[in-house]
């Protein structure tokens, strides 16, 4: 079974601009979480998705957004980016929100 | 809320030695908690979990855990260090939601040769 997949993998951005990240699931499974990951603040939890529905979110700013689609794949948004927005962002996946959580391989965000 | 301490952000150990990587938690209620381990430039790995089933949690690699409830830990231990394990460990817990993680800052194992 193929694993969580995240494109792209390296992303370079400006101030200001927006971004869009993508997480592939893997397959068969419903749940999808974000986080991420820097080395000032480590691993912080951005949001979670099950069936199409956000159910939980951290304590982000709501430049931070994000959807899942009817076939589980998950996006997420940053818009207006920040220098500290520089980051690697995990994505997560499960078979149920009571399931153990595989990691996708992240998408390292720089911004300049 | 919860919190996860990871003592050490650097732990030093010859190869065969034992490897020792602290975490202890707070939590108000009966914790789920995690180890998982993270290579350069990739994402995390599964080591083990604790779900309130057998407070010795052995997991893959040879690596294992013991939950403590009176001393809030739940330390991460393997016998003999291989210098494949050298990576970063990261201890995780949540309550009732297995999919809203709080992570620790992680401690970065070296393997001396």
């Known amino acids: 079974k193929a694993g969580v997949t995240q494109t792209p993998r390296y992303l370079i951005k400006t101030r200001g601009q927006q971004v869009t990240l993508s997480c592939s699931p893997i397959?068969?499974?419903?749940?999808v979480s974000w986080y991420q990951q820097t080395p000032g603040q480590g691993l912080q939890f951005l949001f979670e998705y099950f069936s199409e529905t956000q159910r939980n979110k951290g304590n982000f700013p709501g430049r931070f957004s994000g959807r899942q689609f009817s076939n589980s794949r998950s996006e997420m948004n940053v818009s207006t980016l920040e220098l500290g927005d520089s980051a690697l962002y995990l994505c997560a996946s499960s078979s149920s929100p009571t399931d153990t959580q595989y990691f996708g391989p992240g998408t390292r965000l720089t911004v300049l | 809320a919860q919190s996860v301490t990871q003592l050490g952000s650097h732990v030093s150990v010859s190869e065969g030695a034992l490897v020792l990587l602290r975490c202890n938690y707070s939590s108000s209620v009966p914790p789920y908690l995690f180890w998982y381990v993270q290579y350069p430039n990739q994402g995390l790995q599964l080591l083990l979990k604790?779900?309130?089933?057998?407070?010795l949690v052995k997991g893959i690699n040879g690596f294992e855990a013991e939950f403590k409830k009176s001393e809030t830990s739940f330390h991460l231990t393997k016998p003999s260090a291989h210098m494949s394990d050298a990576a970063e460990y990261f201890c995780?817990?949540?309550?009732?939601?297995?999919?809203?993680?709080?992570f620790g800052s992680g401690t970065k194992l070296n393997v001396k040769p």
């Open positions: 995780a817990v949540s309550e009732d939601n297995f999919n809203k993680f709080y």
């Open positions: 397959s068969g499974h419903r749940s």
């Open positions: 604790y779900t309130s089933a057998a407070t």
